[in-house]
């Protein structure tokens, strides 16, 4: 008889209130005057909240070879990790028109979030903000229990 595979392991987070919300993405608007975007004009921020209630900031890093180009998103996930934390909370990203996170950035981003139904995107909106879940911007994403079941492991 063929084992079941063991369900994904998932840890509930509570819900941003609206005061993290809104600090949240004051991060990313502040992270944005930092971006290197003088190809597209399109400047990013991006602030990550962790579990453990640390807010780490990244904006887009643009390059003459466009492939080499960096999301904000990415940028504050290497800085997340570089300080020490390995679970997402939130994200916030602040853009002009409210953009949500590319599809590259919700898989790296995914990677850090153990429960992708509770891990929330903030992005700005008319006179407060929008938030979605990661599973609700992309719900078959890619984890790292499908490789290690592909590998038999
Ligand atoms: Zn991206």
Redesign the pocket.
């Known amino acids: 008889m063929e084992t079941p595979p063991k369900a994904v392991k998932e840890s509930r987070l509570s819900p941003l209130s609206n005061e993290e919300a809104t600090n949240l993405l004051a991060s990313a608007k502040e992270a944005r005057e930092k971006a290197y975007a003088p190809y597209s004009m399109y400047k990013v921020g991006s602030a990550i909240l962790s579990k453990s209630g640390n807010i780490y900031e990244g904006a887009n890093i643009e390059n003459a070879s466009y492939g080499a180009t960096i ?1 904000a ?2 940028v504050a996930l290497g800085n997340m990790i570089m300080g020490g934390d390995t679970e997402i909370r939130a994200v916030a990203v602040f853009t002009e028109d409210a953009g949500f ?2 599809g ?2 919700i898989q790296a981003l995914n990677e850090f979030a153990p429960d992708i139904k509770s891990c929330q995107i903030v992005v700005p909106s008319k006179g407060g903000f929008t938030v979605r879940t990661l599973d609700e911007l992309a719900p078959y994403l890619w984890r790292s229990e499908l490789v290690k079941k592909a590998k038999g492991k």
């Open positions: 999301c998103e990415r996170p590319c590259i950035c």
